[in-house]
């Protein structure tokens, strides 16, 4: 089974959050026996530590 989940946020430093998240759930005889999340770490560092990716070329 999957899952998408859309965050969508602004925090105390004005900055917006919007996310995607994924859900991966391995179910046996009806019960989860194993979940994986999976989402843009690079977003929460840049939102979080008021950061912003530059390209490697324009530096």
Do not use: W
């Not at 994986?36 to 490697?56: G, W």
């Amino acid at each position: 089974m999957k899952n998408r989940i859309l965050r969508h946020s602004k925090f105390k430093i004005n900055r917006l959050y919007n996310n995607s998240y994924f859900f991966l759930f391995e179910v046996k005889n009806g019960k989860i026996i194993e979940a994986v999340e999976d989402m843009d770490a690079s977003l929460t560092q840049c939102v979080l530590f008021d950061q912003n990716i530059v390209p490697r070329d324009s530096v």
